[in-house]
């Protein structure tokens, strides 16, 4: 069965850190595309963060760049989400996602493989 599991969610004020995990099992994905999406209320889901599998092709949105760094740990089954300088407007429930089709984990459309999402509220 294959399993994204987020964590590292939590409550932190204006300018703090938080680091997201996105623990990957139950095949290889050694050939796809990670992604972190959010999703804050009354708005639509947002692609934030891709990187290959293997470390390479990283993407961000404009929103986030230069404060948020996406890895997979050496040898880990996990990708990670840095993020730092931490905004109000950042406040979404965050989602791991993977799918071999760059297009496809770029748009969010059709993606082979979701994670159940870990809240982050940045509080003013």
């Known amino acids: 069965q294959v399993q994204l599991v987020e964590s590292g969610g939590g409550l932190v004020q204006a300018g703090g850190s938080l680091r997201l995990s996105c623990a990957a099992s139950?095949?290889?994905?050694?050939?796809?595309?990670m992604g972190w999406f959010r999703q804050a209320p009354g708005k639509e889901r947002e692609c934030v963060a891709t990187i290959h599998w293997t470390g390479g092709n990283p993407y961000y949105t404009d929103s986030v760049k230069g404060r948020f760094t996406i890895s997979r740990g050496n040898g880990e089954r996990t990708v990670y989400l840095q993020m730092n300088s931490l905004k109000p407007e950042d406040t979404a429930v965050y989602y791991c996602?993977?799918?071999?089709?760059?297009?496809?984990?770029?748009?969010?459309?059709?993606?082979?493989?979701w994670g159940q999402g870990t809240q982050v509220t940045v509080s003013s």
């Open positions: 139950g095949r290889t994905f050694m050939n796809y595309y």
């Open positions: 996602a993977a799918d071999p089709n760059y297009r496809k984990i770029r748009s969010g459309s059709n993606v082979e493989y």
